[in-house]
């Protein structure tokens, strides 16, 4: 049987195993983790999981590994990995790394040693957001907003950004940050930081995109994106999508819009990198070149309200 395995099984690494384990039947599931009580606890529920405390410890070969711990240590235990293992395939969690030079080191290593790899910035792999694709490529100009109260924009913008480029077919063009409020609060993951403002910008036939984040405030989180011909009002939450166009008088109609977890997903995407060498996530390259985008001017924004250091830190 292949080997599968996940490095980090906190809060969003057990969503990861939680679906990964439909896979037991097929493959050898290992998953690395330092903490020994969150092994006690995660070896009651997955019994035939095999949990290690150190990457060291997993097979010379690997399939596939989900590489989900926080950002500022992913290069590190990256690199640990693919220097005593044999690795095919890899899928990382977001925010990639906190550094520049982490992301060029990271693409010479998988390029040098023929690994493919993905981001898991998921919407992609959402089968309502893939209809809704379908819907917007009939249309010339895309103008998207993404509104909400205190929904951690650091650490989610990427995802949002991700979503623009994949129903704009369009790399993101333009990043401003510029509407960012210069007031930084720790996150709730400690050493790691949140802000608020809104962050601007272009991205191919999307003319304009707005990521607004609200302090103070408990203000639903709503995508809207509005053409020249249709408007749409997305609950992600509620699992519903208002839609209004021409044809229906610029009438609201409520359709069914459903959220994907993560718990849901990481199994079939597993088993489709497994038996088809890919899936509908961003691959590193091109994720790469979006994170840059987003990382590299926040480096900037962290050094003028007082974090010193060339890193980014979020996770």
């Not at 809060?11 to 939680?18: E, I, V, Y």
């Not at 983790?33 to 009651?44: F, R, T």
């Not at 369009?170 to 007031?183: A, F, R, V």
């Amino acid at each position: 049987m292949k080997n599968i395995a996940i490095i980090g099984v906190g809060a969003l690494g057990k969503r990861h195993l939680q679906s990964m384990v439909e896979l037991q039947d097929q493959c050898n599931i290992y998953a690395v983790e330092i903490n020994q009580k969150v092994i006690s606890v995660l070896s009651n529920e997955f019994p035939n999981v095999k949990f290690i405390t150190t990457v060291g410890d997993l097979p010379n070969e690997l399939e596939v590994v989900v590489i989900a711990t926080n950002s500022n240590i992913r290069r590190i235990l990256f690199e640990q990995l693919v220097n005593q293992s044999i690795v095919r395939n890899i899928i990382f969690e977001k925010v990639l790394f906190q550094k520049e030079e982490d992301y060029y080191f990271v693409q010479e290593k998988l390029n040098e040693l023929n690994i493919r790899a993905w981001v898991n910035c998921a919407r992609r792999e959402w089968y309502s957001y893939k209809l809704l694709k379908k819907e917007l490529d009939d249309c010339n100009e895309l103008y998207i907003s993404a509104i909400g109260g205190q929904w951690g924009i650091g650490c989610n913008a990427i995802h949002i950004l991700d979503l623009i480029e994949f129903l704009s077919g369009s790399e993101i063009e333009t990043l401003d940050l510029n509407g960012l409020e210069n007031k930084v609060i720790e996150s709730k993951r400690k050493g790691f930081y949140e802000f608020f403002g809104i962050i601007r910008g272009t991205s191919g036939k999307c003319r304009n995109y707005n990521l607004v984040c609200i302090d103070n405030s408990i203000l639903p989180f709503r995508i809207e994106i509005t053409t020249e011909k249709s408007r749409y009002i997305i609950d992600e939450a509620n699992n519903y999508l208002l839609i209004s166009d021409n044809d229906s008088n610029w009438n609201w109609d409520k359709r069914d819009f459903k959220q994907v977890y993560q718990s849901q997903m990481t199994g079939r995407i597993v088993k489709s990198i497994i038996d088809d060498g890919n899936c509908n996530l961003a691959d590193y390259e091109s994720s790469m070149k979006l994170h840059l985008k987003y990382v590299l001017p926040l480096i900037d924004f962290f050094k003028v309200n007082g974090m010193g250091g060339d890193l980014c830190p979020i996770t």
